[in-house]
Every structure is written in structure tokens, then in C-alpha cells.
């Protein structure tokens, strides 16, 4: 038979073989390992973070593919204009491989281009008591002088507005302003008033008060790592800028161009005074009702700001008139970023605080929010604070929701 012959010939080959100790010679390594990229981007990350802050804007240019040469010189112009201080940059781990678009984008010298995630650490100097930190990305490209940045930051992860475009910088004492574009326009002109607003209520408070404000919609979902659309409804937001609830994590307050440029420059101005009160007080870092968080910011905001009631509160007051009085006070879900009707609830939530600073008077209303942000609860706060109980509260706070609506209780 066939196959029997055909066996028969391949062992006397492979005896033969073995007879003569041929050698298969091992495959060979590849030229561009995990391992390699890894070590070869941890240097660029070095090299980048030391001449960010000891070299010239040249030295740190020659870092970059020539499509991010301009990306990179305003990084330089960041960190000097913000005095980024302590930092560092390590590779943690190749990230997500890069899209075709993104990949056609770098052009053909970056073909072999990849994406890396990166931990960085900085601070602001003369602002920041502890550093940022934050994993962002990186895409690195290989060169014969070695590798260089093509990008910074993705969908993904959480990406400073200073590794992301060009900044204007206005830095006082007190308070530091960066805006994404050219110019600061109308924002450095509103956080000295927003801090002396602040004080007025809380005369120990002394800053800092940090804005930032990202070019698009876009750049404010990269910079807080937020859904796309999260904010759509919010003009700003005030938050850590790494997202930790560390007691020590720097703190910014990020405004939503879209919805802040609708705004008067009355309205801007309590925006702003509303963020710097959150700032004044550690609301990043307290629990506590979203009622009296958001109610107590707008009090501070709106106090002597020259607004008449009836038109900081028509929202709600209209509604009270459709749908009747509220029956208790906003729940956090009345007041998330997605929830219908949002404005009307800012009010009613305003509205709360601003009676009980009639009521009890303003000493007392700052008094309270300080026990519930230290651990009270509400209902503990209403008895020890005010000598009250929260269902006393509420009656009377409808009371006066009806006289302000012209409604019968």
C-alpha cells in the first residue's frame, strides 16, 4: 500500500536527520516587544517632564511628530504660564490600539505609532497643597532619534486642559483663570467679585479659587472623564481635578462654555460666586443633602447680587402656580444634572436656604450647613441649630413659597 511507503520514508528521513544533529535554529525576536516600547516610552516620558520644566520651548518641540509640534509648544506655554511644578510622568501599559482615522491622521512616518497609558503627577504652583493625580494616555511614535509624541489623551481618560490646547492665563494672588483659546475674555473679569460675594458670607474664606474653562463640550467630558452629554444642562461644575475624594486633591471649578456663553453677565457672575461658595466650603469632599449644597451656594451667590426674588426664583414660582406647592424639600435625584425641570428645583433649593436665613438669620443658616457637612444629619441639625424640627421647617417654608407665589397655602 501506499501509505505505509510513504511512513516508511519519512522516519528513515527524520533518523537520518537526527543522525546528522541537524540544528533548527530558534525564531527570531521580534524588534519591537511590549517590553521595548515600554522602556523606550518611559524615556521619552522623562525626557518630556524635564524639559517641560527646565528646558527651552525649542528643546521640548523636538519632542513631538511634526503634527504635534504646535500641541506640544502650547504644553510648554501651559506649564510655564500655570508654574506646574513636581512633575512627573511614568508609562504604566500599552492602552487601547488607535483607530484607523486616528492612525491615517499621524501621517506615514507614524505607522508604527502606539497608545500608551501614562501617570502623571503636578501641581499648580502656589496653589495646590498636594499634586494632581491623574492616568491619562499617550501616542507614542518611533523615530530613528528615538520616540516622540504624536498625542495626548482620548475618550477614554481623564486628559488636564493643559496637556490638551492652548491656554490664556490670568493669575492673581487668590485666584488663577485658564481658558482654552486665545484669550481669557469675559472669565478673569468674574472670580475677583465671586471671591469678595463669597466672603461676604464667609469672612474667613481666602481662596484659591481656580476656573477652568476647555474649548468645547468635548474637552470638558475628557477633562473630568464624564459621560458625553453629562453636563449639557450645567453651566459648571466644581470637582477635584482627578477625580479623588482625597482630603488633599487640588480643586477646580470647570465651566461648561456651551451653557455658560448663553448667560447675561449678571447670571455669569452667580454662576461663578455659586462654584467659588462650593469651593469656600469643601463641597467636594462633604456629604450632605444636594438641597442644602446647591440651596446654600445659590444663597451666597444671590445675596446683595441686586436680583428681585420674583425674577431669580420665576421658574419655580411658575410651577407652583401650575402644579401646586411642593410637599418636602428637593430630593438629590430632583437635583441631578439630568433631571427635567432642573432650574426650577436650583430655585426651590435656594429658596429653602434663603428662608431660613430669614427665619433664623444668616449666622445660624451658615451654622447649620456646617453641622450637616461635619456629619449631622438634617433632622439632628434642625434641633440643635435652629430649635426646630424638619417637618416645622417645611410647613413654614411653604408658607412662604405661597406668599412669594400669590397662591393660597
Not at 149 to 158: I, K
Amino acid at each position: 500500500m501506499l501509505v505505509p511507503t510513504l511512513l516508511l520514508a519519512l522516519l528513515c528521513t527524520l533518523v537520518a536527520a537526527c543522525d546528522r544533529e541537524v540544528e533548527v535554529p530558534p525564531p527570531s525576536a521580534s524588534e519591537d516587544t511590549s517590553a521595548q516600547r515600554a522602556d523606550r516610552a518611559e524615556q521619552a516620558l522623562g525626557q518630556l517632564a524635564e524639559q517641560l520644566q527646565s528646558g527651552s520651548r525649542d528643546d521640548v518641540v523636538e519632542l513631538a511628530t511634526p503634527g504635534a509640534r504646535q500641541l506640544i509648544g502650547w504644553v510648554h506655554d501651559n506649564v510655564a504660564a500655570l508654574r506646574i511644578t513636581d512633575l512627573e510622568m511614568r508609562y504604566v501599559d500599552e492602552g487601547a490600539p488607535l483607530g484607523e482615522a486616528q492612525a491615517q491622521s499621524l501621517g506615514e512616518g507614524a505607522k508604527d505609532a502606539w497608545r500608551g497609558m501614562v501617570e502623571l503627577e503636578y501641581r499648580y504652583g502656589g496653589f495646590d497643597k498636594a499634586p494632581a493625580r491623574i492616568e491619562t494616555s499617550a501616542v507614542f511614535a518611533p523615530t530613528p532619534d528615538g520616540v516622540r509624541f504624536a498625542a495626548f489623551g482620548d475618550a477614554d481618560v481623564r486628559t488636564p486642559l493643559w496637556l490638551a490646547d492652548q491656554l490664556s492665563v490670568v493669575r492673581t494672588k487668590e485666584t488663577l483663570v485658564a481658558v482654552a483659546g486665545d484669550s481669557t475674555g469675559r472669565y478673569a473679569g468674574l472670580v475677583r467679585p465671586a471671591v469678595r460675594q463669597v466672603r461676604r458670607v464667609l469672612s474667613k474664606w481666602r481662596g484659591p479659587l481656580i476656573v477652568e474653562v476647555p474649548r468645547s463640550s468635548k474637552q470638558l467630558d475628557s477633562a473630568l472623564q464624564s459621560e458625553s452629554g453629562q453636563y449639557d444642562n450645567i453651566a459648571a461644575v466644581t470637582t477635584t481635578a482627578d477625580g479623588s475624594l482625597a482630603p488633599d486633591a487640588p480643586v477646580r471649578v470647570f465651566v461648561n462654555p456651551i451653557v455658560f456663553g448663553r448667560l447675561k453677565e449678571r447670571g455669569a457672575q452667580v454662576v461663578v460666586s455659586h462654584e467659588a461658595t462650593h469651593v469656600a466650603t469643601g463641597a467636594t469632599f462633604t456629604s450632605m443633602p444636594t438641597w442644602l449644597q446647591e440651596g446654600f451656594a445659590d444663597y451666597v451667590a444671590l445675596d446683595d447680587a441686586g436680583v428681585p426674588v420674583r425674577l431669580a426664583a420665576g421658574q419655580i414660582l411658575d410651577r407652583i402656580r401650575k402644579k401646586g406647592l411642593p410637599g418636602r424639600l428637593p430630593t438629590s435625584a430632583d437635583l441631578d444634572p439630568s433631571a427635567s425641570g432642573l432650574g426650577a428645583t436650583y430655585e426651590e433649593a435656594w429658596l429653602a436656604c434663603r428662608f431660613m436665613a430669614q427665619e433664623y438669620g444668616e449666622d445660624r443658616l451658615v451654622r447649620f450647613y456646617d453641622a450637616v457637612g461635619k456629619g449631622a444629619s438634617t433632622q439632628e441639625a434642625f434641633r440643635s441649630e435652629l430649635d426646630t424640627t424638619q417637618r416645622m421647617f417645611v410647613a413654614q417654608w411653604r408658607t412662604d413659597l405661597a406668599r412669594l407665589a400669590g397662591v393660597a397655602r
